[in-house]
C-alpha cells in the first residue's frame, strides 16, 4: 500500500501529542480543508523527535519530513521543544551533504488552538514537495567514484617534527609511570615508515617511544576502556581535543588521566602515502628533512613533502598544541586565525545536489560494513551495544545496501554531531578510503555556524551545544509560513 | 499476536468521505490482524461492547480502533480493552475523522489514508508491551505559594478538608492586592470588610502555618513528596514576642520610609505594621531607612518595646517543609507604566495610578479617605481616568487585555462623586469588558446615576498647563472628533503583569510560563487549574488576568484539585516513563542533563555508575531517548522501535 | 576632529544665524565641519509629500557625495533633512527601491551611505569638552527646550533618545549652567511645513507651544530646527492673533545659547537676526553676571 | 454623503491590500482607539479624522479615503505612528494614501500641492530650495498675492531671507536631470509627475 499514485506524495509529520496534534485536531473539527498527502505520527514532544527518524523516512521513500511542536515556551514538558529546534536546525543544515535537498524537511510551531495556522503549514508544506516533486531515490542515481583533489594551503607550517622535545618526554613518561598504570603512546609498526599505538607501562618501554608525522592514530580512542586506571596519554593538538571531549562527556575522570603533549607539525595521510609506496618488500631507509620525510623501499626512494601529503584535517587545523595538559615540551609555531573548509567537504561544496547523491551511492557501494570507522572513533563508546547491530533498538537491517551503510554513516554522523572533533580516525580507518569525515565535517560546521563558532573539545566546562538551548536562538531563523 | 480493528463510520462524520467498509477489508491483510470490522459508533455502549465480545470471541490480544482523535477517546476505549481483560496498552487508534474525514474531500485519497493510517496503528501495537503502574506514598500536606485573596480561599479550603497547609507570604501581611482597595465592584462593598474576616481564619486555623516575608527558596521531588525550602526575611523583630501594639511604630524618629502598602502615596516609619487589619500583625523593620541598622544609632523601637522583641542582629533563615501538593497564587504587579513618556512618565505628581487612587480614596490611607491630590493637597473636582494604559498595547509587548480594569474604574468614578459630589468624571476607554454577574449594570449606573462620561477612545498626551491642571488630549472616535479636558487629577487603569519573580518560581516549579510571566494551565479550557507537574496547581491573577470572585473560584477549585488528589492513600505513576537499559548505558550523564524534570540520576551498579530514572519524576516527553546515543533509555509506549515501526509502516521502498 | 556637513538650504537661507552658531560652537570645540561638495536640497516635506522617490533620489545624491568621500558620519544641523537622509537611506535598504532611486540618479548611488546624524549628537559626544570651555554660565536663565516633531520621530528611523521625551538638548544646556524646564510639548509638531499655504494650522498649533512656553514662564524657547525657529520667531505675531493674545517669547537656536555660554558675542551668534528680540535674556543674564561680581568680586 | 454605505457594492478588497502593500503596514491590526486621532495637530482642520481615515481603509472605501482633504492637511510630524499601540505607521499610511490619491489624479486640496511643486520647482531650476522664490511661485499658482507679504519686510530686514538663490557650486544640472529623469518617468507609467 502507498500514497495514490500521481495525485500523492509520500509526506510524514512528526507531530508532538499536547500542541500540534491537538492543532491538527483543531483544523480538523473546523472543517479546514488540507491535502491528503501527509500521514502523522503522533509522539509526545518534538524534543522525542530523534532527527535519525526524519532521515529514517527520507532514506526510505519519504519525499517530505514535517516536525511540529508546541511554540517556544509553551512546551507541554516546558523545554522539549527548545532541544528539538537546535537538533532539527543541525539536521536540516546536514541534508544537503548527503544530496538531499533541506526543503524536503520543515519544522515549526503549532499550537493546539492553532487549527488554521496547521491548515496552512500543511498546505504550504505540501504545496512545496509537489513543487520539488518526488524524491529521487539514493539507489538511482549513477555511482560516481572520483574524489577530487583540493590544493591545500595549512594555517602553520607543516613538518616533520624531528626537532620536538622527545627525550625531555621520556624523561617526564619515565617519572610519572611509577603512579600510572600505563601511558599510551606510538612506536614503530611493521617498518620505520608505520606507526602503532604503544602501550608503556615499564620504563624500559619508553624507549619504544617514537614521534613524527607517522603518529596517525588517535591514542584518546583507548581510555574509555581503561575507566577506573590511572592512565597517560601522549597526544597531538588533535588527540587532546578527544579528551577534552570525553572529559566533558563523563566518559574518563581528569584525576586518572595524564596528559603529556607536544606541538604536532602535522601527519602524513598514509593512504596516499601507502598507495605512492605500491607493493613493497623492504623499507630500507625512512630519512626526515625538516619539511618532509624520505622513505625508500625497495631502494627506490620518494619524497613526501608534509605540505603534500598531511591528512586533509591538518590543513585547517588550529590547535597542534594541545588545549589541555599536564605536562608539554616545546611550542608551536603561530598558527593563522583563518576560517577554513575542509579538504574533503570542500570537494562536496563544490558539487550538485544530484552529484552528492551520485558520490555517496558510488562511495557507499565500496564500503565493507567492517565497522573500521566506529572503532576508531574515539567517541564512540557505546562499543558491544552499537546500534548498528542491534535489535533494540532496530534502527537498521542487515541488508547489504548502499542505503543502508550510507544510514549508518548518518547515524554516526548525527551521535557525534557537537561532539566530533574532526579527529579523522573514521576517515583514516577506512580501509577503502572513503572520505566520510566530511558528514561529520558538515555537521562541526553547522554547529559552529549555529552556536556562535562552538567547536567540540576545546574546554571540558563546556556546555555542548546539543545539550543545551537558549529561548531565543540568535541564529536560528525559522521558516516563517506566510 | 492476534489484533482486532473497528473502524468507526462515526455515524456519517467518518463514513461519509472514508469508505470504512473497504478500510476494514484492508486490514484484514495486516500482519497479525485477526479480525476487523466497520461499526457505525464504537465509542458509544454497545460499540464498546462489541469490541469486549470480539476481544474474547477471536482471543484478540491488541485492539486498534479506527475513528476520532485519540485525545478525545483513547481513554475510553482504554478502559473498554480493561475490561474485556487484556492491558490497556495493547490499544492503539488511528485518527481518521479530523485527520483524514473532515480534512479530505477525496473519497478515494481519504481511504486509502485511512487504511495506511490503521496500518501504522498495527505496526505500532505489534510493537506495544503491556505496562504496569506502580505505587508511592502521598504526604498530605500543602504549600500554598501567596497570600491574596486566591492563595487564602486555597489555603483555607484545603485547612478545612483537614489538610495541614503551609502559606508563604512574600510581605508582611497577607491579603494581597485586595487588602489595599477601598471598595469592590459591583457591590461597593468595603473590601477590607469582607477580606479581614478570612484573614483572620487564616491566623487562627490550627493547620495553616503562615510565614510572612518570607519567600520559596528551592523545590525538589514530586507530586505527593515535594521538599520546599523556604527563605525567612529578617524582620529584625522577633514575632514570637511582638504583640502589635504598635508603640514602636509610634516612636520611631524615621518617618520619611517610603510606604509600599499605601503605593507610595505617603511615607510611613522605618519600623512599621502594614495596615491596622494586617495579618500577621506584627512590627517589621525596613532595613533600608532604620537608623539604628544604617547609622548604628537610635534604638527608639528596642527601648519602647514593652516585651523587648526588637532584635537587630537578626538574621535570614532557612526552613524546610515536606508537602504533597503545591499552590501557587502569586497574583500581579502593574506594569511600569512610566514607559508612557507621552503620560509624563511619571513626573507629574497628579497623575496617578488606580491602585494609589484606591488608597486615596480608603479611610486606612494616607489621606483619611478624603480625595486630596498629590500635588497640592485640594479636593480634585475634574478626574479623568485613562483604561487600558499598559493593556492591549503590542507597541510596548503587552496585547493582552488585563481584565478588570472596566470594572474598577466604574467602581472608582462612582465613589469619587460619593466623595466629592460635585466633582465631573471623565473615563476614555476603547470597549467595556463587563461580562460578570450585574457587572454591565454597574458600568451603567456610573454613566446614568452618576454623571460619569465615557468617551470612546484613547489619550495622546497628558501635560501640565502651566495653571496647575492638566490637559488630557484624547478623541471620542464615536464623535470622530478631537477633545481636551483639562483635569485636577488624572487616574490611570495601567494594566497588570505576572508578579516579580513569578517566572524565577515557574523555573523552580519547573511549570510553563507564556511570555509575558503568567503561569500555563495544562488546557485552557479543561484543566485551567492544574499545570503539566504533576502536583502543582494554579489559583489566581499568576494563571492570568481576573477579578476577585474569579480569583476566589479558583482558589477554591485549586484547593478541591489538592483534596481530590489527597483523597487517595498511594498514587500511581504512569507508565508511560523512560527505562534504562542498565547494560548499554555508558553512564556518560547526556540524559541527565538535558532532562527538563530533573527525574534522572546516577546510581551504582555492579561498582558501575548508571543513569536511573525516578519513576514519579519522569513526565514522558522522551528527549532522553532521542538524546541518548546508545538506545539505552527508552520511553517506553513511544520506544525507538515502536516509531521505527511506523516510520517503517509509512516509507518502505 | 573632522565631519562631513550637510548645512541643509535655509543654512543659506532663513537659518543663517543657526549656521553661524553652529559654526561658532563647533569650532570652539576642535569639530571641524567640512560641507561636502555640490550638495542639493534635500526635498525636504514638499518631496516626501509628492514622491517618495523623488524625496529618495535628493536625498541619495547627497548621501552618495559624501560616501564617495569615504565619510563615516554626516552631520546636519536640521531636523528636517536629517529625517529626509535618514529615511532615504533606510527605504534605499530594499533592493527594488534602490533600483527605482538608482534609475533617477546620474549614475547608481554607492552600496553604503555614511550614518546621517544631528550635529546636536556629535556636539554631545564632545560634552566634556563643552563643560570646560564654558566662559560664561547661564545659571539663572529658564529655557524650554524644543526638539519639533522631526527630531525623534519616526523613532525607528531616527533613533534619537526617548522619542517622546528626548533630553539631549536639556543636557547640554544644563551642562551650561541653565535650568531647564519640563516642556511637555517639547516634540509636538508647530505647524511650520503649511507656514505659507495654511497659516491658520500653523498659527494654531504654535500658538499652544508658545502659550505653554508663557505660562511655564520661560526666558526664551530653545530649538534645533530652522523651519520652527523660523515658525515660531518670525510668525509669533500671527499666533498670538489666534490666541487673542501677544507674545514676546524669544525662540532661538541651542546653539546659540551654547555660544553665549562660551563666550561668543550677540553678532557672532547671529542673535541680532531675531524677530522677537532677545534683548530680556540677554539683559537677565548680563544681570545675572554682573550681580555675583558685585557682591563677592569673583569671577 | 449621507447614503447608506453600501458594503456589498462599496468594499474594494483590493484597495486595503493595496495601501497594506505600499505602506507596508498591517491595517487590519488597527483596533479603532483613536489615539492618532487624539494626538494629531492637524486634527482641527481635517475633513475626515485619521482614525477614520483607517477605519474606511479597513473597509475599502477608496473614493471616500482619497477624496479626503485629511491627506494633504497631514503634518507628516509622525505623532501618530509614535503612539500607535498596535504598531501601526499611520504617517505612513496617509503619505501613501496622498500619494494613491495624486496618481488617481485627486486632488482634494490644490493649494497644497502647488505649493509643494512650487517649493520642488526652485529646487529643480537652483539645486536648493529658495524662500522667495518659493513664495513668489506658489503666488502665482495659487493666486493668493497676499500670502505672507506681511512677513517678508521683517524677515528682509533680518536678513533672513536672500533676494537671489543659493546655487550649489557644481550648478543646479545634476539636480535638473533627477527631476526629469522623474517626469519622463511618470508620463511612461502614466501618473502625475
Known sequence: MSVLDGKELRIVGFLCNWCSYGGADTAGVARATQPTDLRIIRVPCSGRVDPLFVLKALFNGADGVLVSGCHPRDCHYAAGNFYARRRLEILKRFLPVLGIDERRFAYTWVSAAEGQRWQHVVTAFTRQIHELGPAPRLEDAEPLLKVADMALTALRPLGSGQSAALDELKAAIRSKLPELDCVIGWQQGRDAAHHVPLFMRKPEDVDKLVWGPFNVNNPAVYLPSFKGKKVGVVVKGCDARSVVELLQENLIRREDVTIFSMPCEGTLDMGRVDQALGRYTAIDQVAYDEAGVTITADGRAQRFCMADWAQGKCYGCATPSAVLTDESFGASAPVEAKATTPPELAMLDAMSLEERRAFWRGQMERCLRCYACRNACPLCVCRDYCVSDSRDPHWMTQEDTVKEKLFFQTIHALHLAGRCTGCGECQRACPVGIPILALRQQISRAVGELFNGYAAGMNPQDVPPLLGYAVVEENIQEQDWK | ?653 | MKYAYYPGCSAKGSSKDYEMSTQAVCRQLDMVLEEIPGWNCCGSTPAHAVDTELSAALCARNLDIAARQGAQLLLTPCPSCLSNLRAAAQRMEKPTFRQRVNELLDEPAAETFPEVISVMQAIAREKENLVKRVRLSLKGVRLAAYYGCLMSRPAERMRFEDPENPLLMENLLAACGAEMVDFPLKTACCGAAFGIPERAMTARNSGRILELAVRLGVDAIVTACPLCQMNLDLRQTQAGRAFETRFHMPVIYYTQALGLALGFTQRELGLHKLAVSAEGLLNKLDGLRRAPAAEGGQS | MNDTVDLNRMRDTAFTAQVEALSGQNISACYQCGNCTAGCPAGFAYDVQVSQIMRGVQLGLKDRVLRSRSLWMCLSCSTCSQRCPNNIDVAAVMETLRHMARKAGIVSVPKMEKFWLSFLNTVRLFGRSHEIGTMVLYMLRSLRLHTDVDLAPTALAKGKLGLLPHIPPGGAEPVERIFTRYKERAQREGVRP
Open chain 2, 1 to 653: 499476536m492476534r489484533i482486532g480493528v473497528f473502524v468507526c463510520h462515526c455515524g456519517s462524520n467518518i463514513g461519509g468521505t472514508v469508505d470504512c467498509a473497504r478500510v476494514a477489508a484492508l486490514a484484514r491483510d495486516f500482519p497479525d490482524v485477526a479480525y476487523a470490522t466497520d461499526p457505525m459508533y464504537t465509542c458509544a455502549e454497545p460499540g464498546q461492547a462489541a469490541i469486549e465480545e470480539a476481544i474474547h470471541e477471536y482471543r484478540l490480544d491488541g485492539v486498534v480502533v479506527a475513528s476520532c482523535s485519540p485525545r478525545m477517546h483513547e481513554p475510553t476505549f482504554r478502559r473498554t480493552v480493561e475490561r474485556a481483560g487484556l492491558n490497556r496498552y495493547m490499544f492503539e487508534m488511528a485518527n481518521i475523522r479530523e485527520h483524514v474525514s473532515w480534512i479530505g474531500k477525496d473519497k478515494e485519497a481519504n481511504t486509502n489514508k485511512a487504511a495506511e493510517l490503521v496500518r501504522l496503528a498495527v505496526e505500532k501495537l505489534r510493537h506495544n508491551l503491556p505496562l504496569a503502574a506502580s505505587q508511592f506514598d502521598v504526604n498530605k500536606r500543602v504549600l500554598v505559594i501567596g497570600g491574596g485573596v486566591a492563595g487564602i480561599q486555597a489555603a483555607l479550603d484545603c485547612a478545612e478538608g483537614g489538610i495541614p497547609v503551609v502559606l508563604v507570604e512574600r510581605e508582611a501581611t497577607i491579603g494581597g492586592k485586595m487588602a489595599k482597595l477601598d471598595k469592590t465592584f459591583p457591590t461597593v462593598d468595603c473590601s477590607a470588610c469582607i477580606l479581614g474576616p478570612k484573614m483572620v481564619d487564616v491566623a487562627q486555623h490550627p493547620k495553616i502555618t503562615l510565614y510572612a516575608c518570607a519567600e520559596v527558596e528551592e523545590i525538589s521531588g514530586y507530586v505527593g513528596n515535594f521538599t520546599v525550602k523556604i527563605r525567612k526575611r529578617a524582620t529584625y523583630v522577633d514575632w514570637s514576642k511582638c504583640t502589635g501594639c504598635g508603640a514602636c511604630t509610634e516612636k520611631c524618629p524615621a518617618k520619611k520610609t517610603p510606604d509600599a502598602f499605601n503605593e507610595h502615596t505617603g511615607t510611613t516609619t522605618a519600623i512599621n505594621i502594614a495596615f491596622p487589619q494586617a495579618i500577621p500583625k506584627k512590627a517589621v523593620i525596613n532595613a533600608q531607612y532604620c537608623r539604628q541598622l544604617t547609622k548604628g544609632k537610635c534604638g527608639v523601637c528596642a527601648k519602647v518595646c514593652p516585651t523587648g522583641a526588637i532584635n537587630y542582629a537578626m538574621q535570614e533563615e532557612i526552613v524546610s517543609e515536606n508537602v504533597g501538593a503545591i499552590v501557587a497564587a502569586t497574583g500581579y504587579d502593574l506594569m511600569d507604566w512610566r514607559v508612557y513618556q507621552e503620560y509624563g512618565g511619571g513626573v507629574y505628581p497628579d497623575v496617578i495610578t488606580s491602585l494609589q487612587y484606591e488608597r486615596l480614596l480608603s479611610a486606612s490611607g494616607p489621606t483619611g479617605g478624603h480625595v486630596l491630590r498629590p500635588s497640592d493637597g485640594k479636593e480634585p473636582q475634574t478626574v479623568v481616568f485613562v483604561q487600558c494604559v499598559g493593556s492591549r498595547d503590542r507597541s510596548i509587548g503587552r496585547p493582552y487585555c488585563s481584565g478588570f480594569c472596566c470594572m474598577y474604574t466604574a467602581k472608582q468614578a462612582i465613589l469619587t462623586k460619593d466623595h466629592i459630589p460635585g466633582a465631573q468624571t471623565f473615563v476614555f476607554y476603547m470597549d467595556i469588558r463587563a461580562p460578570g454577574k450585574m457587572y454591565d449594570e454597574f458600568v451603567r449606573r456610573a454613566s446614568e446615576e452618576y454623571g460619569t462620561e465615557y468617551i470612546r477612545g484613547r489619550v495622546s498626551q497628558i501635560y501640565p498647563d502651566g495653571q496647575g491642571r492638566l490637559v488630557v488630549k484624547g478623541a471620542d472616535t464615536l464623535l470622530g472628533e478631537q477633545v481636551e479636558i483639562k483635569a485636577d487629577l488624572v487616574v490611570l487603569a495601567v494594566g497588570i503583569e505576572a508578579s516579580k519573580g513569578a517566572v524565577n518560581l515557574a523555573e523552580k516549579l519547573r511549570i510553563s510560563y507564556d511570555n509575558h510571566g503568567f503561569f500555563m494551565e495544562s488546557h485552557v479550557k479543561l484543566r485551567p487549574v492544574e499545570t503539566n507537574t504533576a502536583g502543582v496547581f494554579l489559583a489566581g491573577v499568576c494563571q492570568g488576568a481576573k477579578d476577585i470572585p474569579a480569583s476566589v473560584a479558583q482558589g477554591s477549585a485549586a484547593a478541591a484539585k489538592v483534596l481530590t488528589l489527597f483523597a487517595r492513600d498511594k498514587l500511581e505513576s504512569d507508565p508511560q516513563i523512560a527505562q534504562v537499559d542498565i547494560r548499554r548505558c555508558v553512564a556518560c550523564g547526556k540524559c541527565l542533563r538535558c532532562c527538563p524534570f530533573g527525574a534522572i540520576k546516577e546510581t551504582e551498579f555492579r561498582g558501575e555508575t548508571k543513569a536511573q530514572v525516578i519513576a514519579t519524576v519522569c513526565q514522558g516527553c522522551g528527549l532522553c531517548t532521542s538524546t541518548c546515543p546508545q538506545g539505552a533509555i527508552q520511553l517506553q509506549h513511544a520506544t525507538d522501535n515502536q516509531i521505527l515501526a511506523e516510520v517503517n509502516a509509512l516509507c518502505q521502498c
